[in-house]
């Protein structure tokens, strides 16, 4: 119904920025909750951040004050602006949309109905 598609990882060293892109096509609304999680090998897939129909920002303890998320209104695009990178940060990076979400649960990840392929960001040392 909803096909997500993510760009921009890719290798970057330690310190550097990466901006993460993506493209949302499909049944999209403009009611959708956006949002940014990532996985490392061996690790649980975990929030990064969120925005609401809204506007309003959510993020991860880890990432808050280095990472931004932005969109647009009809919610085909979002975008993962990060800064001063390190290697805990490697991981593949997946965009996920819902339209039925409540706050409470907003950095869930079995609460999204809709993700990308993820893709990779490696950072390093």
């Known amino acids: 119904q909803v096909q997500l598609v993510e760009s921009g990882g890719g290798l970057v060293q330690a310190g550097g920025s990466l901006r993460l892109s993506c493209a949302a096509s499909g049944r999209t609304s403009t009611r959708f909750t956006m949002a940014w999680f990532r996985q490392a090998p061996g690790k649980e897939r975990e929030f990064v951040a969120a925005?609401?129909?809204?506007?309003?920002?959510y993020y991860a303890d880890s990432v808050k004050g280095r990472v931004t998320i932005s969109g647009n209104n009809a919610k085909d695009a979002v975008y993962l602006q990060m800064d001063s990178l390190n290697s805990e940060d490697t991981a593949v990076y997946y965009c996920?949309?819902?339209?039925?979400?409540?706050?409470?649960?907003?950095?869930?990840?079995?609460?999204?109905?809709?993700w990308g392929q993820g893709t990779q960001v490696t950072v390093s040392s």
């Open positions: 925005v609401t129909r809204t506007g309003y920002k």
């Open positions: 996920a949309a819902s339209q039925s979400i409540i706050t409470s649960s907003i950095r869930t990840s079995s609460q999204y109905a809709y």
